[in-house]
């Protein structure tokens, strides 16, 4: 029974295998024909992240169709490669070596995650391919890109630093908040948005009176609410992700916490999903992104506009900041006049480029220079109250 | 202070009674066929599933939901169980080890191909606040802790007094005895199997309104948590399940709120690690068991 089993096992597995390699083989013979651009697309497509990776494509593939129905860039098509980071450094790195020894790119953008960032940012130098992050915040990030060390690595995002500074002002100066209750997600992100914070939280007067950092995927937070409740905090501090703020929010309204301890910071509170989860928690919530689908101008509007069409779906920030790149790619490609990767860097370094929330530029640490946008949940419905941007302090090399 | 610890004890009962109902089917399901099953965690995933989809979908209740979420579970673990699992009858263990984390890997995938990696809201549930003896719970939680003491009375009940309670014991002590008195052995596995793939599923689903997030990975962390429960219990023994899974879910909590959220998973593998070197055979029984 065993025998024979395996012996069966053995050949269907058998075959699936050759089947798969000659189909891989094919594809992939009939990809080199042609003359486009190979952009490749790290981001997390399954895992805790997986959402941010879908909005993520969602985005970039609109930005590459509306190119490519334009003609392309110089009569060359975008061709998008997606490569799934599942959110984690190491299958980030391998995901970046598959594009680059596979699929042959001669760009790649990603990660969302900055723990993944990080790890891709060697391998797209080793390889000399251009690296442009799109939706990472840790500073470290550009503190080793251009002057700091790595050539190939460029961000068009703005950094946790000026998150920090722009939600602990905020926080401080205009709901007078003193007391706060650390709650952040346990990456790079997370750690390094609150190492900022407390660097500021001195300038107002604010203290913390809590830290805790929880794991991807951690569904239970009624302890530490529990003891955050207890501690007289006034506000969470959360960097954290889109998905658990629904669950910490529920947690909140289950214990009471719901119109007497204000989230502030970064995970999303502005969705529809997020504050129908519990609206009474998340009334007055303050946040600060980089971009948000009620910002007020023309171009803003036509890409939520069009996304929707495409999608049947409100973008979020993830979405618009791959959508952004893209079109920040192609028009380097552009202005360089060849798909060359060493004139196209040069290009961007240099380029003035109009996005949707104002124009960007490069410093010399090849970081884009942009606002952040503060908002805040009144009645339910995200209120913006203005656009921050702060010049980044690098530290001495 | 008295009360914040009270209050975390019953946060780490709440936490423990849905370890309890889906570590108990793992620990039955290891009595039975010597395997420990590495895919448990993802009948738990697919019972949220069926929920998610029943509501979402085709706009039933969430009582429905249940019910949709429960019986979907039972018939993807009945044809698992056809063709895999009463295959593992007297297997080397090895080879349930690698049954048991591929059926793992389709399941999880093919959710994800379906319905995509992202995560879902889960709208369904009871989660208004009640207050009990001064602390606050969401009422969703109380059912969780009433159903797990339901379920748990109802499996000693059965395992002590029925026919196939009694023949689930029989093949855990002996299966080549059972064999020759003319137990149906593979029944008894498939049987066992389905019971505790329902149960999984049915913590899903209660446990859904306040995890409130959907997801197809939503499994692995479930398993994860049920190996050093199953352990600590005895493998393959019911009520120290239930205790084990009690304090696990206690020390869980005490150490989020005192030492740091971020080290509330070392507890678990932290008493694998232990129970491994001490006390293999578990806490309560006093005999090793293999």
Redesign the interface.
Known sequence: MTKTLTRRAFCISTAILSFTALMTGVSQHALAADETIRLGLVSPMSGPNARYGAFSLHGAELAVKEINDAGGIDGRKIEIFSADSQGTPVEGVSATRRLIDQDKVNYIIGDVSSSVTLAMQPVAEDAGVLLLNAASSNPKITYGAGVGGYKWTFRNYPTDENRALIVAKYAAEQRGFTKFAVLSVDSDYGRSAITFTKKYLPDFKGEIVSEDYYKEGEVDFRSVLAKIRDNGAQAIIMYGLADTTPIIARQMLELGLAGKVTLIGNGEFNTEKTIKSAPKVLEGAVEAAAWLPAFDSPESKAFVEKFMAAYNEAPNNHAYVHWDTVHLLAQAIKEAGSPDQGKVRDALSKIKYKSAVGEVTFDDHNQARLPMILLQIEDGKPSIKGAYAADIQYPAN | MFS?IL??II?GI??GSVYAIVAVGMTMIFGVLRAINFAHGEYYMLGTFGAWFAIDYLGLSYEASIVVGVLSTIVIAYVVGKFVMQ?MVG?PAE?GVLATLGIALVLQNTV?LVF????K?FSGGY???VSILGF???EQ?VIILIVCLIVFIGLELMVTYTRMGKSMRAVSQNVECCEVVGIDVPQVVLRTFILGAALAALSGVL?AP????V????GE?ITFKTLPIIIMGGLGNVRGTFFAAMILGIA???V??YV???F??TVGFATLILMLMWRPHGLFSTQARF
Do not use: H
């Open positions: 914040t209050e975390q946060n709440v936490t295959r297997a080879s994800i995509g990696g992202g995560y809201f989660i208004e606040p606050s719970l969401a939680r446990t306040v995890n409130v997030s997801y197809g990975g939503m962390l869980e909590s005490l989020a709120t740091g959220l971020q509330r998973d």
